[in-house]
Structures are given as structure tokens and as C-alpha cells.
């Protein structure tokens, strides 16, 4: 699969079914290589034989979540998860994660006032999980309320002191607020922990180069950020800009 030869590890998986047709693993590597080449009703196929020998397979309870929301059934999704919710309430491992499954397929909906109460579930079921901290912050950034939204980040932060995504939330909504010192303090504490994490470096270099400080060093985190991230269109503008502040309109003009 690493090397793209998909129709040979599609063989290999078929052939340790034959052998082991019960071999849950075979079952759901060959629903991901389905969910990967669009034979979204194969992938279901498969993952239904997971789940009919291993109830309990996370991976497959997932990826079924998933499939339903790529496939635009919201409600099949719902139906699905609240079934695995009845039927692994008493399992401390999965509940917790199966409520924030049920949180996400509402925040999709925008049914912002149940996907909370999901979130908030799952955290009461296992309040060290990461996820739904960050699932109720993008909540409440949705809607507008970013001071929830912050306290949820810190919380986080609590959890995990290295998480960076967490720090380039908050920077982004510090920004948001016209707080520049601070979303520039977060970015940095971003690269501290990781100088190669493109989204803090593009967010940083785009705020130097807006206060016209330190272009240098500007350019420097966007190449970095473009080297992580060469398709994003907002990297690129970032480059460009940096280019343009340098002087070196020929390469601005590249991107």
C-alpha cells in the first residue's frame, strides 16, 4: 500500500480472508483500500463483517461513521452510533470515544446544542481525551463564542502542554480580537514545541509581515510553510508576500 501497488495488497487481503475468513484485520484493510478507490458500498460490506466478528473493532465503528457522512446520510450515521452507544455503554474505552463520534455527526449538522452536549458526555466519560476539547472549541467558534472557546483550548493545554494545534487556535482567535502580541506568543510557543509545524509558521510569518517587522525571518517561516504545505493557497499568498516586502518580485510573481 505504501508504494501504491494497490492491486497487490488488494490480492494479499483477499488471500488472508480465504485462508482466515473470519480474520477481522484482512476485512477492514480491504474496506479502507474500497473507501480509497470509492467503492463505498464494498467498503460497507466489509466493514460490516468486521463488526459482526469483532463488536467491539474502533477502527471499523469509525470508518462506518465516516462512510455513512461521505455517502451524505447524516441519519444513518446518527442511527448507527447511538445503537454502538446502547450496545458499549458500560465499556469505559469506547463509550467516551462513540460520544464524541455522535457529537461530530451533529456538529455537522450544525445541531450545535446536542453536538455539546455529546462533547461534554464524552469528557465526562474520560475527561483526558483530547478530542472533544477540541471539538467543543470549533463549536463554539461557530458559534461566536470565543471566549468558551478559548477556555476550552487551555484546558487542553492542561491535558497536553505540547498539543500545537491547540496554541495556533488560540493564536487565531486572539488575532481574530486584534490581540497581536498575544497570537504571536501562542505561534511561537507552536514552533517551540514544533519549527516545522506549517500552520503556526505561515500564521506567524503572515503576522510579521503585516506589522512590517522582521521580514527576514518572515520569509523564512513562509518558505518553511510552503515547504509543508505547497498546495495551500493561503500558504502561497503568505510566500508571495514575503517576496514582495524582500524586493524579489520575480518570485512573487511564481506564486
Given amino acids: 500500500v505504501l508504494k501504491n501497488d494497490l492491486k497487490r495488497a488488494r490480492q494479499a487481503y483477499q488471500n488472508v480472508i480465504d485462508n482466515e475468513p473470519n480474520n477481522p ?21 466489509h466493514l460490516d463483517k468486521v463488526l459482526a466478528i469483532e463488536h467491539e473493532h474502533l477502527g471499523a465503528l469509525t470508518a462506518k461513521v465516516s462512510l455513512y457522512l461521505a455517502q451524505n446520510q447524516p441519519a444513518e450515521a446518527l442511527s448507527f452510533v447511538d445503537q454502538a452507544i446502547a450496545q458499549h455503554d458500560k ?11 455522535r457529537g461530530e455527526v451533529l456538529f455537522s ?14 469528557l465526562d466519560l474520560n475527561s483526558d481525551l483530547v478530542a472533544p476539547y477540541l471539538s467543543l472549541a470549533n463549536l463554539y467558534l461557530a458559534k461566536d463564542e ?9 484546558e487542553m493545554l492542561k491535558k497536553q502542554p505540547d498539543f500545537v494545534r491547540a496554541y495556533v487556535g488560540l493564536g487565531t482567535i486572539y488575532e481574530a480580537q486584534g490581540k497581536k502580541p498575544e497570537a ?3 505561534y511561537k510557543k ?15 510569518a503572515s503576522l510579521l509581515l503585516e506589522q512590517n517587522e522582521d521580514v527576514d ?24 508576500l514575503a517576496f514582495i516586502s524582500k524586493g524579489q518580485y520575480a518570485n512573487a510573481i511564481n506564486e
Fill in 91 to 101: 465499556n469505559v474505552k469506547i463509550a467516551p470515544l462513540l460520544h464524541q463520534m
Fill in 184 to 186: 504571536r506568543n501562542m
Fill in 25 to 45: 484485520s484482512a476485512h477492514y484493510y480491504l474496506a479502507l483500500l474500497d473507501r480509497h478507490q470509492g467503492h463505498l458500498k464494498d467498503a460497507m460490506v
Fill in 109 to 122: 449538522q450544525r445541531n450545535y446544542e446536542n453536538a455539546e452536549a455529546a462533547f461534554q458526555e464524552a
Fill in 146 to 154: 470565543a471566549s468558551k472557546a478559548i477556555s476550552q483550548y487551555e
Fill in 217 to 240: 525571518r518572515a520569509l523564512e517561516l513562509a518558505r518553511k510553510a510552503k515547504a509543508q504545505m505547497p498546495n495551500d493557497p493561503q500558504v502561497a499568498s503568505t510566500l508571495g
Fill in 190 to 204: 507552536a514552533l517551540g514545541i514544533n519549527p516545522d509545524f506549517a500552520p503556526a509558521a505561515n500564521h506567524l
